[in-house]
């Protein structure tokens, strides 16, 4: 337990936290409704095909995809990256193969990977062209089919997963050439590595855990997040805080039942794959996210009539010895909770061993 002015106290590890947003939408494509990729985007999201999941989600670093329509837009875009120092994944449609190929041809010599972008077609043109091999391909939700899919699997290629809503280490996120400026310097203020989609640490395809995971997250962890109003503390690639605020103080904390507190939360997903990297790097990265929680609880109006900080820890070794007051929960209570850190640690857990290469899915 913690009172705002005085010494720091008890510790929750909250379950809930969001890892994946949702994938941008596209346009419908001629006469294919929206909705049509519906049923195939569980099956991608399993793995079906060889869809990619993404890097480690340990490690600090970004898969940056730039959607590129047109040849003025390609050599834009070759401007800007050239001017920031990066390398990004460029979506390209098939028909740049004969539009833009020797814009192709110098955004390889720069070190960056050109990926396919919407219905499939001519595939070998786009390589031969750009003299690289595709490898992965955006195919947005009213391009997916069987048909699309077996294709690209006969070439090898790689259907790329959705990008994210928000930055989260090993995940992939798209920006317009005409936003890549300033959200470059915004990823990399916030301690993360731009790289390409195929150089990420850990690059994998998906699998059925995480689909389920998917799931898990939409419906039980962002339902929490709303329901809750939980503050998300977790812009920096190592941030792991969250923090809710609530008009009452729950049992056991032994204050009156109507003083304001803030229940503190973990980051789950995010902790278990800076764990999976390295126990220590996960430490470290937790005690750095106190500065967020000092700031949000002197800057966030929300926060401001707080009494207490409290929570429910699987750190209290080390929370006793920083000046935090331990509270024994109810046997019961702690029971409930170690099954449920224990279902949390399964549902968030990323492989142990991530696949170095990528398998195709039988087509």
């Not at 966030?300 to 207490?308: H, K, N, S, W, Y």
């Given at each position: 337990?913690?009172?705002?002015?005085?010494p720091?106290?008890?510790?929750r590890?909250g379950?809930m936290?969001r890892?994946?947003g949702?994938?941008?939408?596209?346009?419908p494509l001629?006469?294919r409704?929206a909705?049509?990729?519906?049923?195939w985007?569980p099956?991608l999201?399993?793995?079906?095909?060889g869809a990619?999941?993404g890097?480690h989600?340990g490690?600090p670093?970004l898969?940056?995809t730039v959607?590129?329509?047109?040849?003025?837009e390609l050599g834009?875009a070759?401007?800007l990256?050239?001017?920031a120092g990066?390398r990004v994944?460029l979506l390209?449609p098939p028909?740049?193969?004969?539009?833009?190929?020797e814009?192709?041809w110098?955004?390889?010599?720069?070190?960056h990977e050109?990926?396919?972008?919407?219905p499939?077609?001519?595939?070998?043109?786009?390589?031969a062209?750009a003299?690289?091999?595709?490898?992965?391909?955006?195919?947005?939700?009213?391009a997916?089919?069987?048909?699309?899919?077996r294709?690209?699997?006969a070439?090898?290629?790689?259907?790329?997963p959705?990008?994210?809503g928000a930055s989260?280490?090993?995940?992939?996120?798209?920006v317009?050439p005409?936003?890549?400026?300033?959200?470059?310097?915004?990823?990399?203020?916030?301690?993360?590595?731009l790289l390409p989609?195929?150089?990420l640490?850990?690059?994998?395809?998906?699998?059925p855990a995480?689909?389920?995971?998917?799931v898990y997250?939409?419906?039980?962890?962002?339902?929490?997040?709303?329901q809750s109003h939980?503050?998300d503390?977790?812009g920096?690639a190592?941030g792991v805080?969250r923090?809710?605020?609530l008009?009452h103080?729950p049992?056991?904390?032994p204050?009156?039942r109507?003083?304001?507190?803030?229940?503190?939360?973990?980051?789950?997903?995010?902790?278990v794959?800076?764990?999976a990297r390295?126990?220590?790097?996960a430490?470290?990265?937790?005690?750095r996210?106190?500065?967020?929680v000092?700031h949000?609880l002197?800057?966030?109006?929300e926060l401001?009539?707080?009494?207490?900080?409290f929570g429910v820890?699987l750190f209290?070794g080390p929370?006793?010895?920083a000046?935090?007051?331990l509270?024994e929960?109810?046997?019961l209570?702690?029971?409930?909770?170690?099954?449920?850190?224990?279902l949390?640690?399964?549902a968030?857990?990323?492989?142990a061993?991530?696949?170095?290469g990528?398998?195709?899915w039988?087509g």
């Amino acid at each position: 337990m913690r009172r705002r002015r005085g010494p720091p106290g008890c510790f929750r590890v909250g379950a809930m936290s969001r890892f994946a947003g949702p994938p941008h939408e596209h346009e419908p494509l001629h006469g294919r409704p929206a909705h049509a990729g519906a049923l195939w985007s569980p099956l991608l999201r399993a793995g079906a095909f060889g869809a990619l999941r993404g890097g480690h989600p340990g490690h600090p670093a970004l898969g940056v995809t730039v959607p590129v329509q047109g040849a003025a837009e390609l050599g834009r875009a070759l401007d800007l990256l050239a001017e920031a120092g990066l390398r990004v994944t460029l979506l390209c449609p098939p028909l740049l193969a004969t539009e833009a190929s020797e814009l192709l041809w110098a955004a390889t010599r720069a070190g960056h990977e050109i990926a396919g972008d919407g219905p499939v077609r001519d595939v070998a043109l786009l390589q031969a062209v750009a003299g690289q091999r595709v490898t992965a391909w955006r195919l947005p939700p009213a391009a997916q089919s069987g048909a699309a899919l077996r294709e690209l699997a006969a070439w090898g290629v790689h259907p790329l997963p959705p990008a994210l809503g928000a930055s989260e280490p090993g995940g992939t996120v798209e920006v317009t050439p005409a936003a890549l400026p300033a959200q470059a310097r915004d990823w990399r203020a916030r301690g993360y590595r731009l790289l390409p989609v195929r150089e990420l640490p850990g690059l994998r395809e998906a699998t059925p855990a995480d689909l389920a995971q998917h799931v898990y997250l939409r419906l039980v962890e962002d339902r929490f997040t709303a329901q809750s109003h939980v503050i998300d503390l977790t812009g920096r690639a190592d941030g792991v805080m969250r923090i809710a605020p609530l008009d009452h103080a729950p049992p056991p904390l032994p204050v009156p039942r109507d003083t304001p507190t803030a229940e503190l939360h973990l980051h789950s997903p995010r902790v278990v794959g800076l764990a999976a990297r390295s126990p220590l790097t996960a430490y470290r990265a937790y005690a750095r996210s106190w500065a967020d929680v000092a700031h949000a609880l002197q800057t966030r109006p929300e926060l401001a009539d707080a009494q207490v900080i409290f929570g429910v820890s699987l750190f209290f070794g080390p929370m006793e010895k920083a000046g935090f007051t331990l509270v024994e929960l109810p046997p019961l209570q702690a029971r409930w909770y170690g099954l449920g850190f224990r279902l949390l640690r399964l549902a968030t857990a990323p492989p142990a061993r991530p696949a170095r290469g990528c398998r195709r899915w039988p087509g």
